[in-house]
């Protein structure tokens, strides 16, 4: 048996809806049949899960809040893959952002340093440092690669372990808060350090606004730039972009840094965002989670916002899930795996017709 | 330091470096024909289940190595259908080939939670492997330890020396002229992802059946990361995979003794040690070497084939 | 995409209102919230053996739920999903949700939340833990009879109160019994890694440890030892399976009458915020047969851990000398106060490690 892929002569808008719809059909289908073998609803199985977070306020909210740090991150690492570089270290670039704009926070805590001029420039410059503190991390990888040849892939991976273990020790030790009874925490923030919440007592805070700048500002440079043109052109055609004199040391330092930037301050929207203090684990994996939203999403801004919307969903279905079903973590995180292949085989199916041969060689 | 003392240490090294090694040559074959897989801890994981589910319902722990084969190899043949077949985005399908196994490992796992068998046996033979110092590193060691090496040993011939490796290789590095000579490129990619599955299945199967013999969910983990980071680390060339496994799982190792002999530096400082000690070897290989001169060319674009 | 969600749930929208229409909630709804897998065989399973417990002893009066995995820094949304969907008594079993259960708690009122190791409370907010130490402090007496070498191995997880009041007390009582023993500490900088936690206890036993303790969740450790033909102590649950031969006790975490206890309390509406400390009298620290020892060190680590149980006896009685050799103050003049227990960052005399500051 072989399979055959031919490309589709034109997108249609039908494929373009149908095949979503068809992706979800079939990841409810494989996953159904998993959870009637456990003895649940499938029915009801779909409704928690796909349906009941689209349908109240605060699941709603709670979706922008997890797909957040998603787009930020996921909209900076497209620069990179865009360029051909990998950058799969996001999650340390987002832990060094949280770090260095979260030390701002500790130490404006209790009204220190605000003496005349109050305290307006506070987060601002939280968000600030937290953008420079993943720039800044980004830039070690990038610095080796230009410099010395190094392989982006293996030092951007390894230096999340190493930001994970030093955002560990500065949290049980100098950040640590003096009255927290040894805890392995910082203090929480003052509400001046903190991003405003864009109602009152619930949960969206104004992080998810600048998601949406900055992939609303990508989306422009990808389409309209001389940059998103040369980053392309780097990534597809690295001979053609060097004979039009395009120098590709400074653009990996530049896409490198941007990436940084934004997995930076998606760290620093996490901290002063939903978090409020630093604790020794900032992120449940966002910066690699992030990865697949930019595939998922094509490494379009636009894309990655609906990918990570679909990406928060799962997580969020999963939960209720697991409430309203009992259904094991692990039920939820592989249909997760099922969902996602589902999507990608529909997106594909978008571009080609798949065809099976049967009894042929490949 | 006794010669005791110094031949535990090693042995430590070697138990700590073996899941790695296998792993990574399976992931290094799978990129030398120009696929790029990060689902090796989800395959890994699996390995780890099913190893472990086969050799308790079983009794043998070569079964259980080979139920982790075909766990991990079954999870490949996911991945070469998505990514090979359809031409999906390799990374994306990989990473979610890494969630998928993480939680069905899980799942297929619940009922051996809590349940205990010996660890995979020794080898002894009389004599050679009580000598001092190297006897029992060299003669004592688990099963998996001489599969690992003969798996290098084995990828190195066969990358190098034969013509199946040179066509491996050459779809690897361009897969249009690949095509164009009439060497099937689709075929050859998944059987090295089928490759690379096994290999990390294996990977998975040692942890349950001799490194810590029980199962519990998430227990690889990241090594199946660890893993990846490996094959860049030595350049896709095979043997530099047992020298990269040796120094992380050294300076694993050498960091927690550090700690039990007390020099007073702080824990998450040691415990970062492997982690930089690849970064500064890597510097090391690299420096004047040509820049990423040993990557596959073709590494993760899928390939469709022309008509 | 987004178009076909929003299409779905318009032809959906119907359905749903007629199938969640709510049925009687006469049970009471407890929830549960675990940082890891409640297959760890450690920490969370043990907060779910209690959960089980209570659903038998309280059978139809309340129905209960878990959730698993949850990562501390994102868990206030988890615990709001619980609050939300009509739990009226929720336990968050690590410290890391503290100031996201806080939060939740703010917003329901009229929901009551149990968090464990933590040390902030409000109206509808309790906080309990357990006197882990007691526990440590026989199986110091233990390790301190049973060393050949006298040198005992401790695999410790991240250097929080908990983790250093254990090694205190772990210490003390070895030094009770053999004034010349030593003890080696390692960081595995993990709570669950078995690859990880089992090089721990191979480094300490290759450098003459012939007693393995661990803070550690997986049994790892245990099985090393036993491997070794040494000898070592369960961590959270019984894990003699794991180790037959290996292990001389095990120190287990029993929350099943604290889970009883506190369940009961919101279902005859007595519960109140509280703050529980309980130890080996509550049975909340529950040591697990003694075993693979001689007689004379079992029915002195019987005689210990009656004393702790009656009160006779306190791990951390005055005077202690701190690792400079200074006498730590001592408020009532009789033992360290549970306040200095539970915020504890500081090694006593004997200690060969130094912590992160």
């Given at each position: 048996m072989r399979i055959d892929l031919e490309p589709r002569p034109a997108r249609t808008l039908a494929l373009d809806i149908g095949a979503p719809i068809v992706a979800l059909v079939a990841a409810i289908i494989f996953g159904g049949i998993v959870i009637w073998l456990l003895g649940k609803s499938p029915t009801l199985a779909f409704e928690v899960y796909f349906i009941n977070p689209l349908l109240e306020g605060w699941s709603l909210q709670e979706l922008a809040v997890k797909a957040c740090p998603l787009v930020l991150i996921a909209v900076g690492l497209s620069f990179c893959y865009r360029a051909n570089l990998w950058n799969i270290g996001a999650e340390g670039q987002f832990i060094t952002g949280g770090l260095l704009g979260g030390w701002l926070g500790i130490l404006t805590h209790n009204e220190a340093y605000q003496g005349l001029i109050g305290g307006w420039w506070i987060l601002p410059s939280m968000l600030v440092l937290g953008a420079i503190g993943g720039a800044l991390y980004a830039l070690i990888p990038a610095l080796l690669r230009v410099w010395l040849g190094a392989s982006e892939i293996l030092t951007s991976l390894m230096l999340v372990y190493v930001a994970e273990l030093g955002l560990d020790w500065l949290v049980r030790g100098p950040f640590k808060d003096p009255e927290g009874f040894n805890f392995p925490q910082s203090v929480v923030f003052d509400d001046i350090a903190r991003l405003p919440f864009l109602a009152e007592g619930e949960r969206l805070h104004a992080g998810v606004l600048l998601a949406l700048i900055a992939a609303l500002i990508a989306a422009f440079v990808f389409a309209r730039s001389l940059f998103g043109f040369e980053v392309r052109l780097i990534g597809e055609a690295p001979r053609a972009a060097r004979f039009a004199g395009f120098d590709d040391r400074k653009l990996t330092l530049t896409v490198f840094v941007i990436s940084g930037a934004l997995a930076g301050l998606a760290g620093i929207c996490e901290v002063a965002g939903q978090i409020g203090q630093l604790t020794p684990k900032i992120s449940p994996g966002y910066g690699f989670t992030a990865i697949i939203v930019a595939f998922l999403g094509r490494l379009s801004p636009v894309g990655i916002l609906v990918a990570a919307l679909v990406l928060a969903l799962t997580y969020i279905g999963g939960e209720a899930a697991q409430v309203e079903l009992s259904l094991p973590s692990d039920m939820t995180r592989a249909f997760q795996g099922i969902l996602l292949m589902c999507?990608?085989?529909?997106?594909?199916?978008?571009?080609?017709r798949i065809r099976l041969r049967l009894g042929a060689a490949a | 330091m006794t010669s005791e003392m110094f031949q535990l240490i090693l042995m430590t090294v070697v138990t700590a470096a073996t899941p790695l090694i296998l792993a990574a040559i399976g992931e290094l074959v799978t990129e030398r024909a120009g696929v790029l897989n990060l689902g090796v801890e989800g395959m890994m994981i699996m390995g780890a289940a099913l190893g472990f589910a086969g050799a308790y319902a079983s009794g043998s722990t070569t079964i259980g190595a080979l139920c982790g084969i075909v766990a991990g190899t079954l999870m490949a043949a996911l991945f070469g259908l998505l990514t090979i077949g359809l031409a999906i985005n390799q990374v994306a399908s990989g990473l979610a080939l890494t969630i998928f196994g993480l939680g069905l490992s899980g799942l297929l796992g619940t009922g051996f939670v809590g349940l205990k068998r010996d660890a995979a046996p020794q080898l002894h033979i009389q004599g050679l492997s009580d000598l001092p110092y190297m006897g029992e590193l060299v003669f004592g060691e688990d099963p998996f330890v001489y599969a690992a090496i003969l798996l290098v040993a084995g990828t190195a011939w066969f990358l190098s020396r034969t013509r199946a490796g040179l066509a491996l290789r050459a779809t690897g590095d361009n897969h249009q002229s690949a095509h164009a000579l009439g060497l099937p490129v689709r075929r050859t990619r998944f059987l090295a992802t089928l490759f690379g599955g096994a290999c990390a299945g294996l990977a998975g199967a040692y942890l349950t059946l001799a490194y810590t013999p029980f199962w519990s969910p998430g227990m690889t983990a990241g090594r199946g990361w660890i893993a990846l980071a490996l094959v860049v680390f030595a350049s896709w060339r095979p043997w530099r995979i047992v020298l990269g496994a040796l120094l992380f799982g050294g300076a694993t190792v050498l960091q927690l003794h550090a700690q039990a002999a007390s020099f007073g530096l702080p824990g998450q400082l040691l415990s970062a040690a492997p982690y930089l000690a690849t970064i500064v070897a890597l510097l090391f290989l690299s420096s004047g070497a040509r820049r990423n001169a040993a990557a596959p060319a073709a590494l993760g674009q899928p390939f469709i084939a022309p008509r | 995409m987004k178009k076909t969600a929003f299409k779905l749930v318009l032809l959906s929208a119907v359905a749903i209102a007629a199938a969640s229409a709510s049925f009687a909630a006469e049970k009471l709804k407890v929830g549960f919230v675990y940082v890891g897998p409640v297959g760890d065989f450690g920490y969370s399973y043990q907060h779910d053996q209690g959960r089980i417990a209570m659903q038998k002893a309280l059978g139809d009066k309340v129905e209960t739920t878990f959730l698993e995995n949850v990562p501390e820094t994102d868990s206030e949304r988890s615990i709001e999903q619980l609050a939300r969907s009509g739990h009226k008594l929720i336990f968050t079993t690590s410290f890391g949700f503290m100031e996201p259960t806080l939060r939740v708690a703010k917003k329901f009122p009229g929901v009551k939340f149990e968090h464990a190791t933590g040390y902030k409370r409000a109206g509808n907010v309790s906080t309990y833990t357990a006197k882990f130490h007691e526990g440590r402090y026989v199986i110091g007496q233990i390790a301190g009879k049973m060393t050949k070498t006298n040198t005992l191995g401790y695999v410790a997880s991240f250097p929080i109160p908990e983790v250093v009041a254990g090694i205190n007390a772990f210490i003390l009582g070895a030094q009770s019994v053999n004034p010349d023993v030593k003890v080696k500490i390692v960081w595995a900088n993990t709570w669950f890694d078995p690859g990880k936690e089992a090089d721990a206890a191979k480094a300490l036993l290759a450098q003459g440890a012939d007693i393995i303790t661990q803070h550690t969740d997986s049994a790892a450790p245990l099985q090393e030892a036993e491997k070794a033909g040494k000898f070592g102590f369960g961590q959270a649950s019984d894990q003699a399976r794991f180790a037959p031969k290996a292990?001389?006790?095990?120190?287990?975490?029993?929350?099943?009458?604290?889970?009883?206890?506190?369940?009961?309390?919101?279902?005859?509406?007595?519960?109140?915020?509280?703050?529980?400390?309980?130890?080996?009298?509550?049975?909340?620290?529950?040591?697990?047969?003694?075993?693979?020892?001689?007689?004379?060190?079992?029915?002195?680590?019987?005689?210990?851990?009656?004393?702790?149980?009656?009160?006779?006896?306190?791990?951390?009685?005055?005077?202690?000398?701190?690792?400079?050799?200074?006498?730590?103050?001592?408020?009532?003049?009789?033992?360290?106060?549970?306040?200095?227990?539970t915020s504890m960052n500081w090694y006593v005399k004997g200690v060969d490690d130094k912590l992160p500051k």
């Amino acid at each position: 048996m072989r399979i055959d892929l031919e490309p589709r002569p034109a997108r249609t808008l039908a494929l373009d809806i149908g095949a979503p719809i068809v992706a979800l059909v079939a990841a409810i289908i494989f996953g159904g049949i998993v959870i009637w073998l456990l003895g649940k609803s499938p029915t009801l199985a779909f409704e928690v899960y796909f349906i009941n977070p689209l349908l109240e306020g605060w699941s709603l909210q709670e979706l922008a809040v997890k797909a957040c740090p998603l787009v930020l991150i996921a909209v900076g690492l497209s620069f990179c893959y865009r360029a051909n570089l990998w950058n799969i270290g996001a999650e340390g670039q987002f832990i060094t952002g949280g770090l260095l704009g979260g030390w701002l926070g500790i130490l404006t805590h209790n009204e220190a340093y605000q003496g005349l001029i109050g305290g307006w420039w506070i987060l601002p410059s939280m968000l600030v440092l937290g953008a420079i503190g993943g720039a800044l991390y980004a830039l070690i990888p990038a610095l080796l690669r230009v410099w010395l040849g190094a392989s982006e892939i293996l030092t951007s991976l390894m230096l999340v372990y190493v930001a994970e273990l030093g955002l560990d020790w500065l949290v049980r030790g100098p950040f640590k808060d003096p009255e927290g009874f040894n805890f392995p925490q910082s203090v929480v923030f003052d509400d001046i350090a903190r991003l405003p919440f864009l109602a009152e007592g619930e949960r969206l805070h104004a992080g998810v606004l600048l998601a949406l700048i900055a992939a609303l500002i990508a989306a422009f440079v990808f389409a309209r730039s001389l940059f998103g043109f040369e980053v392309r052109l780097i990534g597809e055609a690295p001979r053609a972009a060097r004979f039009a004199g395009f120098d590709d040391r400074k653009l990996t330092l530049t896409v490198f840094v941007i990436s940084g930037a934004l997995a930076g301050l998606a760290g620093i929207c996490e901290v002063a965002g939903q978090i409020g203090q630093l604790t020794p684990k900032i992120s449940p994996g966002y910066g690699f989670t992030a990865i697949i939203v930019a595939f998922l999403g094509r490494l379009s801004p636009v894309g990655i916002l609906v990918a990570a919307l679909v990406l928060a969903l799962t997580y969020i279905g999963g939960e209720a899930a697991q409430v309203e079903l009992s259904l094991p973590s692990d039920m939820t995180r592989a249909f997760q795996g099922i969902l996602l292949m589902c999507v990608l085989v529909a997106d594909i199916a978008t571009r080609y017709r798949i065809r099976l041969r049967l009894g042929a060689a490949a | 330091m006794t010669s005791e003392m110094f031949q535990l240490i090693l042995m430590t090294v070697v138990t700590a470096a073996t899941p790695l090694i296998l792993a990574a040559i399976g992931e290094l074959v799978t990129e030398r024909a120009g696929v790029l897989n990060l689902g090796v801890e989800g395959m890994m994981i699996m390995g780890a289940a099913l190893g472990f589910a086969g050799a308790y319902a079983s009794g043998s722990t070569t079964i259980g190595a080979l139920c982790g084969i075909v766990a991990g190899t079954l999870m490949a043949a996911l991945f070469g259908l998505l990514t090979i077949g359809l031409a999906i985005n390799q990374v994306a399908s990989g990473l979610a080939l890494t969630i998928f196994g993480l939680g069905l490992s899980g799942l297929l796992g619940t009922g051996f939670v809590g349940l205990k068998r010996d660890a995979a046996p020794q080898l002894h033979i009389q004599g050679l492997s009580d000598l001092p110092y190297m006897g029992e590193l060299v003669f004592g060691e688990d099963p998996f330890v001489y599969a690992a090496i003969l798996l290098v040993a084995g990828t190195a011939w066969f990358l190098s020396r034969t013509r199946a490796g040179l066509a491996l290789r050459a779809t690897g590095d361009n897969h249009q002229s690949a095509h164009a000579l009439g060497l099937p490129v689709r075929r050859t990619r998944f059987l090295a992802t089928l490759f690379g599955g096994a290999c990390a299945g294996l990977a998975g199967a040692y942890l349950t059946l001799a490194y810590t013999p029980f199962w519990s969910p998430g227990m690889t983990a990241g090594r199946g990361w660890i893993a990846l980071a490996l094959v860049v680390f030595a350049s896709w060339r095979p043997w530099r995979i047992v020298l990269g496994a040796l120094l992380f799982g050294g300076a694993t190792v050498l960091q927690l003794h550090a700690q039990a002999a007390s020099f007073g530096l702080p824990g998450q400082l040691l415990s970062a040690a492997p982690y930089l000690a690849t970064i500064v070897a890597l510097l090391f290989l690299s420096s004047g070497a040509r820049r990423n001169a040993a990557a596959p060319a073709a590494l993760g674009q899928p390939f469709i084939a022309p008509r | 995409m987004k178009k076909t969600a929003f299409k779905l749930v318009l032809l959906s929208a119907v359905a749903i209102a007629a199938a969640s229409a709510s049925f009687a909630a006469e049970k009471l709804k407890v929830g549960f919230v675990y940082v890891g897998p409640v297959g760890d065989f450690g920490y969370s399973y043990q907060h779910d053996q209690g959960r089980i417990a209570m659903q038998k002893a309280l059978g139809d009066k309340v129905e209960t739920t878990f959730l698993e995995n949850v990562p501390e820094t994102d868990s206030e949304r988890s615990i709001e999903q619980l609050a939300r969907s009509g739990h009226k008594l929720i336990f968050t079993t690590s410290f890391g949700f503290m100031e996201p259960t806080l939060r939740v708690a703010k917003k329901f009122p009229g929901v009551k939340f149990e968090h464990a190791t933590g040390y902030k409370r409000a109206g509808n907010v309790s906080t309990y833990t357990a006197k882990f130490h007691e526990g440590r402090y026989v199986i110091g007496q233990i390790a301190g009879k049973m060393t050949k070498t006298n040198t005992l191995g401790y695999v410790a997880s991240f250097p929080i109160p908990e983790v250093v009041a254990g090694i205190n007390a772990f210490i003390l009582g070895a030094q009770s019994v053999n004034p010349d023993v030593k003890v080696k500490i390692v960081w595995a900088n993990t709570w669950f890694d078995p690859g990880k936690e089992a090089d721990a206890a191979k480094a300490l036993l290759a450098q003459g440890a012939d007693i393995i303790t661990q803070h550690t969740d997986s049994a790892a450790p245990l099985q090393e030892a036993e491997k070794a033909g040494k000898f070592g102590f369960g961590q959270a649950s019984d894990q003699a399976r794991f180790a037959p031969k290996a292990q001389l006790t095990a120190i287990v975490d029993n929350w099943s009458t604290y889970y009883i206890e506190r369940t009961k309390a919101v279902l005859d509406g007595t519960w109140k915020s509280t703050d529980t400390f309980g130890g080996m009298d509550a049975d909340m620290v529950h040591l697990a047969p003694f075993a693979n020892m001689p007689d004379d060190v079992k029915k002195m680590a019987e005689e210990t851990a009656a004393a702790i149980k009656a009160k006779k006896l306190n791990p951390f009685k005055c005077p202690i000398l701190d690792q400079d050799g200074k006498a730590v103050e001592c408020k009532d003049g009789k033992a360290l106060s549970d306040a200095q227990i539970t915020s504890m960052n500081w090694y006593v005399k004997g200690v060969d490690d130094k912590l992160p500051k």
